[in-house]
């Protein structure tokens, strides 16, 4: 039989725990191995901002951590397999993925409106964020302010 490098690794990439400095990548084994037992993975990072491909880390098996993302930059990632005969082709990621927390601070609620007074107290409703930040909202902060 004939050896060579192997298959690409199958796809689809997936790209999960993201945040601000990093994720984690994981594959499936190539279809074929070129007849050769495939020694590791290399994985590489691609920012979108300057065009270039770097380095990630190797793997020997199917899946690596990313740590050194830069927060608020755009990512896409290709792994290949590699065997004694050398190297397959890439499998990229679908998609680019940003270097973010899952969770941002909330947009701010509506101007409260006064419903109800009297001497000694004050009902006062909002209108919850447009946008909580991809967290449930979980309680609010309300100040107040005596005019003399």
């Not at 290399?42 to 793997?59: A, F, N, P, R």
């Not at 701010?108 to 967290?135: C, N, T, Y």
Request: overall charge negative; some cysteine.
């Amino acid at each position: 039989y004939v050896v060579g490098p192997p298959g690409p690794p199958e796809g689809p990439m997936d790209i999960t725990g993201i945040h601000k400095n990093g994720c984690k990548i994981a594959w499936k084994p190539p279809k074929d191995d070129g007849g050769c037992p495939i020694e590791h993975y290399i994985v590489e990072k691609y920012d979108t901002d300057t065009g270039i491909w770097s380095l990630v880390g190797t793997s020997p098996t199917c899946d690596i951590q990313c740590k050194d993302l830069e927060p608020g930059k755009e990512y896409e990632f290709r792994v290949r397999a590699v065997n004694s005969e050398g190297e397959s082709d890439n499998l990229k990621s679908l998609r680019p993925i940003i270097a973010k927390d899952p969770f941002t601070v909330p947009l701010p609620p509506s101007a409260p409106d006064v419903v109800d007074w009297s001497e000694a107290h004050m009902d006062l409703e909002w209108k919850e964020p447009i946008d909580d930040g991809g967290s449930p909202i979980t309680g609010y902060i309300i100040e107040m302010k005596v005019r003399h």
